[in-house]
Each structure stands twice: as structure tokens, then as C-alpha cells.
């Protein structure tokens, strides 16, 4: 078996989601926020804290929808992925 | 002689005080107080045991039982580690190793806040802490709150639905007088509730509000296991051992191929298999309920219900009390009692259910005792990753 990076192409659909209400660490003060499980295109798997959505409104987000990555800086060497809803209506 | 029924399970026994305690209580000491209760209950002495089974303590309690066990197992792979420990006590029993076997729970989970001690940070090089954890993924609730929406989701259900789970499972902890939730004496917000309470409560991970959540208390609890010849012997009734599994379908949730099953459905088919029984030979059903979604799921994965409708045992009210099949009649995780890992209360009851101990005025009041001849028991343990279950039969 070999193993090899791929570039992917950072699209996928929300797989699920959820709004947290009480986080530890940094997250404490974002709460409420929007945490999912994204279904990336190449077929793996990520958590994620989605981006511009409205977490007082869970039920405007829907399974299935479209997003797209996004690198937040963290520090100057580290960039972390988060997810952008790109197209609201599950297709 | 056949695995089914090679051993049963011939006590079992809690600590002192569990809950809440006044005085803050260690682990070791719930451990403790818990088997020394089970061997004056069985009149087994401490001696006797020879295989020890416990999440991690299995060496320490050993060392301060002073007993030296020919057979030594930790597994330590969440709230279901009892019921697989059962069933690895099984085993060895059957394949002549021991003859007795002790299933030890130890667990402050509330008095640890008070005490102090080591921090839970993770460990940065695992899984979870480098892929979850960034995004504020903070314990249990955090995770089974995807679950609860995919099963929504996929089956048409709503968080609604799964409230009659915990208002169900709140009936049973009325009838437990040593239910935390038992009545507003226990628990200022004890007593009965309703699906506006359980729907009204704090939000914690939406659509999962406090009610759907189980407890954080203090709990020790003990099964003694023994083979026939034993079992016979004692003054206790045995419950017998008739089918035991366990499987796995991932450690993390990023790893859960579907948020609407867990591996419930293969362990329990084997253990029904070894049993010789299916769903519909069940008279009692213990399922861990660390949340009401994950009690109802495993009654579909177990069978006592179809895909996507296990709900309907609470909603419709054949889980309660006087209902056609029983759920967690100790109250559960929800109202009982939940120290972390759940499994040893569900073994706890399962045995008083089954061995028609259930009603002692201690452990519970007029109302708890059923019928039931047969019980499934399953633990789920983790992120909806790991389960064993039992299939247990009355003497």
C-alpha cells in the first residue's frame, strides 16, 4: 500500500452539524458556534466550524449543502481549514 | 457444555453513597465499598476471586483487595467496558482459567471536580485532539449532537421525539429512591417531567438541551461472576450469562461511517446468537442512554425496534413503567445515576431486575420490580464507538 499526498480540491457538503453552546479554551467566548462534519469531494471526512452562518438559526442550514475551504491564520506558521457555505440548497 | 450459560452472574452491589456525596469520595473508594458490599451480599470472600475486571483499576484493586488473580483484564474502551468484561469473565470462566470472576466500577466523576488533581488535557499526537478538538469539539455532548441531526435528517424524526425518552426514563427515577432525580428531595429539579421541560431546559450542543443529557455523579458498583457449580451453591439467585459480544465501529466520530447506527447491530447479533433468543424474547432492555439518542438508537440496532422509530418505545409508552418492555428502570444515565462510564449500573440492575431483588425499598419502591425472565444489556462506549451486550436470563 502506498501512500501519497493529494492535492484536494477543497469543495465538500455539510455530512452533519451541530451548535455548541459551552466550549472550552479560545472557543468559550465564540459561543454559540457552528461546528459540522464536512464530506470533502475526494470522499474523507473533516470537522470543521463552519463560516458565515447564523448559529441562532440552526434550521437555516441544511445537510447536504455546498462549501468550500478556507485557511484561517492562526500564528505565522500555522494556517487552520475552515468551511464556507457556498450554495445554501442541498443538491 | 456450550459458552451460553457457562457462568452467571451471582451478585451485585454499590457503594455506599453515590450521587452526590457530602464528603468528597476517590475512585479507589467507590471501587471498594462496592465489592466488599458484594461479598457479604454473596458470601463469597474476597479470597475466592481469581479473575479481576475493571477500566484500568484491575492492579490497584488487586493490590489493595491483597489477592493475587490468575486472570487480569483492563479494558478500558468507555462506558460499555463492563458488559465486554463480562463477557470476557465468561470466557475465561469457560475455559477453565477461574471460577470467580469480579467486574469492579470506581468512578467520582462529580466529587473530582472538588478534589482537583491531573487535568484532562489530550493527548496532541492523537486523532481527535489534532482534528476535532481545534474546532471546539468539547466532550461528549458536542459529538452525539451530529447524531441527533442526522437521525433527524435521515428518518424524518426531531429532537421532540427523543424528549419522551428522558420523560419516560424520569418515571423509572421516581420509582428508585436512590435516583438522582428521584423527587425535588434527591434534586431540586427532581421529580417527574414533561417534553416542554426536557425541550425548555438549557441549550447545550443544539438541538440537545440538558435534558437530553445524562448526569455527572459519583458511582462504584461490583458484579461477582461465577460457574455453575459456584452459582448453585450460594445464597444469592443467579442471573445466567446466556449470550455475550462486543464490537467496535470507530474510536473517532470522524471515522463514523453513519451517524444513525452503531455497532450495536453486530454485537448484538451475537449475542443473541449464542443465546439462542432474538428481539422478541426480551422482557427488559438496559441500553446505556448517555444520551436519549443513543438509548434509541441502540433499540434499533438491537432490533427491539425498526430503523429510525426507536423513539416510539418511550413516546408510545411501552418503556414504562407497566409497559410491554421496559427500558432502564433504574431511571439511567438521564435520571439515575452517570459517574462517566455507565456500564456497571446498567449490570447492576439488570442483575436485581433479574434475580427479583429490584424492589427493596433501597433500590427501588412499588412499581420497579417487572416480570422479566430475559434482559439485553448494552453499553456504548466513546464517541457512539464501542458496545457490548448481554443477553441475561433468570435462574
Known sequence: MSIQWIEASGEGRIHTYAVQFRAFGGWAEDTPFVTAYIDLAEGDRMATV???VDASRPESISIGAKVKVEFEAASDDIHIPFFRVVEESAS | MNLSKAAAIVGAAEAVEIGYPEEPRTSLQLHIEAIKAVSEQTGIPISAIDGIFSAGWSSELAEHLGIHPRYIDTTSVGGCSFEMHVHHALLAIFAGVIDVALVSH???????RRLGGASRGGDASA?????????GFSGAPSNYSHAMVRHNHRFGTTPEDFAHVAVVTRQWATLNPRAVMHSKETHEFGGPITVDDVNNSRMISWPLTLLHCCLVTDHGGAVLIARPEIARSLRTTPVWIAGAA???SHANMLEMEDFT???AFASGRAAYKMAGLGPDDMELALLYDSFTLTAAMTAEMLGLAPRGEGYKLWK?????PGGRLPINTNGGGLSFNHSGMYGMHLLVEAYRQLSGTAEDGVNGIEGKQTNAMTCIVN???GSLSTTGTLVLVAD
Open chain 2, 261 to 263: 447506527a452503531t455497532s
Open chain 2, 316 to 320: 408510545d409508552g411501552h418503556a414504562a
Open chain 2, 127 to 135: 486523532p481527535g485532539t489534532q482534528m476535532s478538538m481545534p474546532y
Open chain 1, 50 to 52: 463552519l463560516r458565515g
Open chain 2, 246 to 248: 462486543e464490537n467496535m
Open chain 2, 106 to 112: 470506581g468512578q467520582n466523576g462529580w466529587s473530582a
Open chain 2, 379 to 381: 453499553g456504548t462506549g
